[in-house]
């Protein structure tokens, strides 16, 4: 298994050649938001998670990842219905993902997945599913 800082500078470097920083920005240490433009104009929010005590998890719509790619790699689902479930400090409820995902258009309140990459190939696996979206795919 590749060393996971290794990844995340892979990723990093991969997205930084095939898409542009979402409007958003980057968080300086903790996560990096991209969108990709597919061949078809259509146009996927992602966002990689780059803080150092974490894997290099690369967060994307249900839609955008496509059956095949979920059933191949296994990423971790992330239910919208299981958004503001958990109670917060405050006496509210809390997101429930990482706070980059809540003010992002396509993912801030859809249903997610998060994968974990373990390779340089998976990782190219999920990039190159995320160029292929359509808008259709992505409308539903």
Known sequence: MIDRVILKQAAI???E???????????????AR???TAG??????????????????LWCSERAAGATLIAALKP????????????ASNGGTSYGRHSALQHMDQLGNA???CFAPKS????????D???????AELAG
Do not use: C, W
């Not at 599913?129 to 808008?135: E, F, M, N, Q, S």
């Open 40 to 57: 078809d104009g259509a146009e996927v929010e992602v966002m990689l998670e780059k803080n150092d005590g974490r894997p290099p998890n």
């Open 17 to 31: 050649s095939v898409a542009r920083e979402h409007p958003r920005g980057h968080q300086a240490s903790k996560a």
């Open 76 to 87: 971790k689902p992330s239910p919208a219905a299981q958004l503001h479930t958990k109670p």
């Open 34 to 36: 991209y969108i990709v």
């Open 13 to 15: 470097a991969l997205f």
């Open 111 to 113: 249903d997610l997945v």
């Open 120 to 127: 340089i190939a998976e990782l190219g696996q999920i990039t």
């Open 129 to 135: 599913r995320l160029l292929t979206v359509t808008k």
